[in-house]
């Protein structure tokens, strides 16, 4: 079981979501819960731990810390902006 936490830019980004696509967002956050390496992961290039995964078109952007056993998530945005 690894702790979720949301740094303030990504709760910012949870509030500019519709309420359709926030739910769903936010449930798949509490999933990296179980499981932080879901089977549609991806490592981020160029980062030691980056992961993303995508929710429709929203992607969230988040670490890993395997020895403490957190999941940070960066990052909540469309898919368009989200690598800038």
Known sequence: ?????????AEKDLKRLSAEIHDRVIAAIRALGQNPRPPDCRKLAGSKNDWRIRVGDYRVIYEIADTIRIVRVNRVRHRREVYR
Not at 1 to 9: C, D, I, K, N
């Open 1 to 9: 079981m690894y702790r979720v936490f949301l740094e303030r830019s």
